[in-house]
């Protein structure tokens, strides 16, 4: 079968790839025309095994192999219409079902038997003119996957998308669960469309002459009864007026007149009424709009408090760290005050312990040491007043006699003098020498006799 068809001379005869893009897409004008005509002609649904088909599904795959960029791989350069077709479901939501079912689809290793089988749901869904042009359109993520000169790049490809649209009229029933789409071969076969052209020419005119004049027959005789039935109802209709008007009198006019008078006023009230609405709803639609104003400028005010807060918060922050450490250095600070205090009280109760003790030991020689000190002064103040000059001797009288209860008059000039530790009193020798420990101090000190004499009292009268 020798078509007559119209092809397009390329812009640059010598530029090869512009070549390739129109014979490619002769190819495929050959492909789809053969295709619906022989479809039509056997008048049933095609499936894997129609030579035709396959061909043309071979073409398709040059088509979309065209010009692809060349994919680097961890097993080398990789070559496949694979990708191009998956953006098809982004652009289209319902070619979805079919890119599922193709991943769906058990036996399919590489994307080169994926690309096949999704051409061929797309032929049987009657979808595939539409997804190609909907790629088509997006040259912007072509570019990704093709060259700037490929055929899905050029005029050439929107060519192939819109004639396409003929082959909805072919219903395909292709079965591809046992069909090996990864490892066939796709090489296109020109026999199928270099015949004899005489005899076939022939042929085909005086069958197309005849299909033509039985096509012109058969059109004009069902539009003769498309006339015929519309002439019908017109008179049925025409009829059916005259028989209503000739029944309408005055009354039923003015009712009728009285019914659109009323329906007028009614839409008028109506009208007034959605206005009114209308009105109602812009000033909704101000108020509403002067509160969202408001929101933004709180939202605002609001994130601008909301950073100043953060940055107090930092400071406080900063100032509850430092007050940490201080916290951390008192309680050290208050550790070694608490371990300093333990061992005053373990001294203190030493102290307390060894005055008890020489409460115990002393106390019952208390009395009797006094008296025999006092005797001991009386004795050496006698020794003493013998020795010296005979008019001290005049003024020994009171030698036991103070001025005050912190000066010795009697000895002064004659001994050295000595400080009572307990009432800072200034003494003669003599009288200062008792040594007792005295409440501020657990030492020895020594002190006056009338001191001497009353502390011995008080820790004889001490209960501890």
Same mark, same amino acid.
């Given at each position: ?13 010598? =530029? ?25 002609? &056997?008048?049933?649904?095609? =499936? ?13 795959? @040059? ?27 982004? #652009? ?19 994307? &080169? ?5 999704? #051409? ?30 490929? #055929? ?38 020109? /026999? ?89 709803? @812009? ?11 408001? #929101?933004?400028?709180?939202? @605002?005010?609001?994130? @601008?408090?909301?950073?100043? /807060? ?10 509850? /760290? ?41 106390? =019952? ?11 001991? &002064? ?5 020794? &003493? ?80």
């Amino acid at each position: 079968m020798l078509c007559c068809m119209v092809f397009h001379v390329p812009s640059d005869p010598k =530029d090869p790839i512009a070549i390739e893009r129109l014979n490619l897409m002769n190819m495929a004008k050959l492909s789809i025309k053969g295709l619906i005509e022989s479809a039509l002609n &056997l008048g049933r649904t095609l =499936d894997s095994d129609y030579a035709p088909l396959q061909q043309f599904f071979v073409v398709m795959e @040059h088509c979309l192999k065209h010009g692809l960029k060349s994919k680097k791989t961890f097993l080398g350069q990789n070559k496949s219409f694979w990708g191009p077709l998956e953006l098809v479901e982004k #652009l289209t939501p319902e070619a979805g079902e079919i890119t599922a079912s193709v991943k769906d689809l058990p036996g399919l290793k590489t994307p &080169l038997g994926r690309g096949r089988a999704w #051409l061929r749901l797309a032929l049987m869904q009657k979808k595939l003119s539409d997804y190609m042009k909907t790629i088509i359109n997006r040259k912007d993520l072509l570019s990704e996957f093709y060259e700037p000169n490929a #055929l899905m790049m050029e005029e050439e490809g929107a060519v192939i998308a819109g004639l396409l649209v003929g082959l909805n009229v072919i219903d395909a029933n292709l079965c591809m669960k046992g069909e090996d789409l990864d490892s066939q071969v796709g090489v296109i076969d020109f /026999s199928m469309y270099l015949k004899d052209g005489g005899h076939s020419s022939k042929s085909t005119e005086g069958d197309g002459q005849i299909t033509a004049i039985l096509d012109q027959k058969n059109y004009v005789e069902e539009l003769n009864r498309h006339l015929s039935a519309s002439v019908n109802n017109l008179q049925a209709k025409v009829d059916a007026l005259e028989k209503s008007n000739t029944k309408l009198t005055e009354e039923d006019v003015e009712k009728e007149l009285e019914v659109q008078i009323g329906m007028r006023q009614e839409m008028e009230l109506s009208m007034k009424m959605l206005e009114k609405d209308i009105c109602e709803k @812009h000033d909704a639609l101000v108020e509403l709009r002067q509160q969202l104003d408001d #929101l933004r400028r709180l939202n @605002h005010e609001l994130s @601008h408090k909301s950073q100043s /807060s953060e940055i107090s918060v930092k400071q406080k922050n900063e100032i509850v /760290s430092r007050l940490e450490e201080k916290t951390n250095q008192m309680a050290a600070t208050i550790k070694q005050l608490e371990s300093r205090c333990k061992q005053v009280e373990r001294q203190r109760d030493l102290a307390e312990e060894a005055t008890r003790l020489f409460k115990q030991e002393f106390g =019952d020689k208390i009395e009797s040491l006094q008296q025999e000190v006092e005797q001991l &002064l009386k004795q050496r103040c006698a020794v &003493l007043i013998h020795r010296n000059m005979a008019g001290f001797y005049a003024n020994c009288a009171g030698y036991l006699m103070f001025t005050d209860e912190r000066s010795c008059v009697f000895h002064f000039g004659l001994l050295s003098q000595r400080e009572c530790k307990n009432c800072k009193g200034v003494f003669c020798e003599i009288c200062v020498t008792n040594e007792l420990p005295l409440p501020s101090s657990i030492d020895l000190q020594q002190v006056c006799d009338t001191c001497h004499s009353r502390l011995l009292q008080q820790y004889a009268s001490s209960p501890s």
